[in-house]
Structure formats: C-alpha cells, structure tokens
C-alpha cells in the first residue's frame, strides 16, 4: 500500500482547488493529487462532501478523458455553455427544461452544480455501464465501438435533479466512502452513493453480475436511486424485507432493499 504524501507539499491555492472543485488547477494535473487529497481529509481540512466529489472526478479520469461544467457561475447567474451541453446531449433523466428550473428555484451552491462529461475507452465488452444504459435510464449519452459518453451528476446536482423529477418521493443520495451497512438501505428518504479509492477506501467490484469500476458502481447507485423514487410502493418493499428476514429468507430480504425488481420477480 503506498505511503500517504506530506502534506505540506500543498501550497494554499492547491487546498482551495480541493474545497471548491477548481479543475483546471495545477494540483489536479499531478498524478498525485488523489492520495493528497487523501491526507487532507484524514486530517480534518476537507470535509467529506468536498472528498466525495474528489473521488468521483478521480473515477472519471480513470476511465478517459474528462470535461468539467458548472451550471450556475459564481453570481448564481446560468451558465448557458453548460446548459448547451445538456442540451446537446439530453436524456430522460436530464434535460434542459428541468435544469431551467433547477437552477432557478434550487437552493445550491455554484460549486454544487458542477457536473463532468467523460468519455469511456473500454472497447464493447459487457459492463454494469451497458446494463445500466440498457434500462433504458440512458446515462449513455452517445456510443460507438471504441468508447462511450456520460454526463456524470454529483451528489448534489444529482439530487436536485429526482427531485425535480419526482418531488417528495425522490430518495437523496447519502454518500459514502466505501462499504455501508446494508441497513441504510431501508431508509425513507435516502440510498448510500459509495465512492471508492484504492487501495485505502474499497466498494464491491461487481454488481448484478457484471464487473463494475468506481464509476459505473457509482452510477449504479444513482440508477437505484432513481427505480426507489419512481416506486410508489417502496415502503411496502421495506415492510416485505422485514418479515422476509424473520422468516430467515435474507437473500430475497435484500433484494426487496435494494430494489431488485428483477431478483425478487
């Protein structure tokens, strides 16, 4: 496992580039910069919010080259080139009417609504990607032999957009560094989005089946997050897990959880 760097290899500027997701800084081309960031927050100065956005532009990279947008600048004012981005490359779950309203009526931050395009090198193989993309979420924003698109959302931007979307039923992410306690995902109004670092922070390497990077296990996450806020009934889905479990079946238990409609039907 590598050593963590020192900290005090940071100057000022790379600390604010940390915090406030200033891309285009020098720290974020070091190839060093995820274990510095590391260090800063096991040492208190990032919070986990700024860590967890950290690690997802880091899963970005890891799979091709990454574009970043902000949606509002820093006068709350739109950013119509980014909203020309969505536009360009709108889904069912991301278009530029409900990003109009997001950004009027939302009460976030501009560094909150930061979003990154990455374009995936992975050849054809089947991946969690192409089952996703096969739900017909359409994550997927374009797809040819050799790589495919995203608009990847952040938890914050994410979460503005289900509840657009889906109002008072929109389940929140709640993120979280590596594993979580399968009890979470009972909860009402939120599902755990895992981010993960290697080797020191670890989610699982599959899902349904299919291998699954950083990325993709975080997109799986906000797929899940997405069936929970369209399922009316989920809270009968919570009730079933629990009677399911007494009765010691603790597999279909889960899958009631975790909202496996496949697995459970």
């Known amino acids: 496992m590598a050593a963590l760097p020192n900290a005090d290899l940071l100057a000022e500027g790379d600390r604010l580039a940390f ?5 285009d800084s020098a720290i974020f081309k070091n190839n060093g910069w995820p274990l510095l960031a590391f260090r800063e927050f096991l040492e208190g100065r990032l919070r986990e919010k700024q860590m967890v956005k950290l690690l997802l532009y880091n899963a970005c990279q890891q799979e091709g080259p990454v ?13 119509h080139q980014a909203l020309g981005v969505i536009e ?3 889904t069912k779950l991301i278009q530029s009417t409900s990003i109009w309203k997001i950004s009027k009526e939302s009460q976030l931050l501009p560094e909150d609504t930061q979003f990154f395009k990455v374009r995936h090198r992975r050849g054809v193989q089947r991946s969690l990607f192409h089952l996703i993309h096969d739900s017909g ?6 797809q040819t032999e050799r790589e495919h698109t995203q608009l990847i959302l952040p938890p914050e931007l994410a979460n503005a957009v289900l509840s657009n979307q889906f109002g008072p039923h929109a389940r929140q992410a709640l993120p979280v560094l590596g594993y979580f306690q399968k009890e979470l995902l009972s909860l009402p109004h939120h599902r755990p989005a895992s981010l993960s670092f290697k080797p020191y922070i670890l989610v699982p390497e599959e899902a349904h089946r299919f291998p699954a990077t950083p990325l993709s296990f975080y997109q799986h996450d906000l797929y899940h997050r997405l069936v929970d806020s369209a399922n009316i009934h ?16 603790v597999s279909e238990a889960m899958k009631c959880l975790d909202g496996d409609l496949e697995g459970i039907l």
């Open 88 to 90: 360009h490359h709108q």
């Open 234 to 249: 989920r809270r009968s889905f919570v009730e079933l897990a629990k009677k399911l479990k007494e009765k010691n079946c």
């Open 137 to 142: 979420v359409h994550f997927c924003l374009r």
């Open 67 to 79: 574009e970043t947008f902000t949606l509002l600048d820093q006068t709350g004012k739109l950013n």
């Open 19 to 23: 915090e406030t997701g200033r891309w």
